[in-house]
């Protein structure tokens, strides 16, 4: 199974910027597709994104075009450039693949946005 680390969260001011990382494990032609997913106090995970192993991608219609998705697979990592950032993106953000989400899940790593 692949493993992934996410990296990158912190606690900023609403209208600023994070990006996020997340490693994977493996070989990066043998994952289609990886997602990056969050979880809000209180709700469910919900998905925001995928990118494939040559750089489609597709997003979830809350983002208003807020975050860019992208891959590196000479360095095994996704990453997520949040923009434009509100408090209702505070949340645990994890990687997975996409959409099938069949790996373990990692820690994730904070996003706290404040106002």
């Known amino acids: 199974q692949v493993q992934f680390v996410e990296s990158g969260g912190g606690l900023v001011q609403a209208g600023g910027s994070l990006r996020l990382s997340c490693r994977f494990s493996g070989n990066p032609s043998a994952i289609p597709a990886i997602g990056w997913y969050r979880q809000a106090p209180g709700k469910q995970r919900e998905w925001l994104a995928h990118?494939?192993?040559?750089?489609?991608?597709n997003y979830a219609d809350v983002l208003k075009g807020r975050f860019t998705i992208s891959r590196d697979n000479s360095v095994n990592t996704v990453y997520l450039q949040m923009n434009s950032l509100e408090p209702e993106d505070t949340a645990v953000y994890f990687c997975n693949t996409s959409p099938s989400q069949d790996s373990p899940w990692g820690q994730g790593t904070q996003v706290t946005v404040s106002s």
């Open positions: 990118v494939g192993i040559f750089g489609s991608t």
